[in-house]
């Protein structure tokens, strides 16, 4: 069974980091890309990151680009989401998802994200 | 940057009736186009991958269309399960996007 679960998340301060993790399992996760999807409370789904099966290629949008990086530890089948300076409109779900041919087929449940003072 | 313009917002309909919800690309995405499922306090789950095909699970009910630019997902014989928010996705190009949602609602 393919099986994503994030962690690391909780309460910030602005300008804080803070590390997520994402472990698989099920899958071969070596020979697949990885996207970051984000949830702010009662609103729609943002992508914030994709990384290619060997980590050698990472995309971002411009609004976490310089922010946010993301990486996978593939001896692990474990993804991460280091994300610095955070703000306040950075607060949402986090998700992980497997992208398989640019759709996600399989997510894990979410890690939450407060960034307040 | 693509944009989705997904519509309607909300809709509300009684079991066994059919709904289609749309998502407007502002350029051609090649068929590049999925449907998420998302029910209160869950993850999103793929239905539908490349416009129309889809995914191994998905009951029957679900499908997608494509015209132009304007990509349409119709759910059939509306089941009390189908309560949830639908969101469409192109992965075209970066960044990939997103509609903002269709929240539907049954009778």
């Known amino acids: 069974e393919v099986q994503l679960v994030e962690s690391g998340g909780g309460l910030v301060q602005p300008g804080s980091p803070l590390k997520l993790s994402c472990a698989a399992s099920g899958f071969t996760f070596s020979s697949n890309w990885l996207n970051w999807i984000r949830q702010a409370p009662g609103k729609g789904l943002e992508w914030v990151a994709s990384?290619?099966?060997?980590?050698?290629?990472?995309y971002y949008p411009d609004t976490v680009k310089g922010r946010f990086v993301v990486s996978k530890d593939n001896a692990k089948n474990t993804g991460y989401l280091q994300m610095n300076n955070l703000r306040s409109e950075d607060t949402a779900m986090y998700y992980c998802?497997?992208?398989?041919?640019?759709?996600?087929?399989?997510w894990g449940q979410g890690a939450s994200v407060t960034v307040s003072s | 940057d693509i944009q989705m313009t997904q519509s309607p917002a909300s809709l509300s309909a009684s079991l066994g009736e059919t709904v289609t919800i749309e998502c407007l690309a502002s350029?051609?995405?090649?068929?590049?186009l999925a449907w998420y499922q998302q029910k209160p306090g869950k993850s999103p789950q793929l239905l539908i991958y490349d416009a129309s095909s889809l995914q191994d699970g998905v009951p029957s009910r679900f499908s997608g269309s494509e015209s132009g630019t304007q990509y349409s997902l119709e759910i059939n014989s509306l089941q009390s399960e189908d309560a949830a928010t639908y969101f469409c996705q192109q992965h075209h190009d970066y960044p990939n996007t997103f509609g903002a949602g269709t929240k539907l609602e049954l009778k």
């Open positions: 990384i290619n099966p060997d980590g050698s290629s990472t």
């Open positions: 350029e051609d995405i090649y068929s590049n």
């Open positions: 998802a497997r992208r398989l041919w640019g759709v996600m087929d399989a």
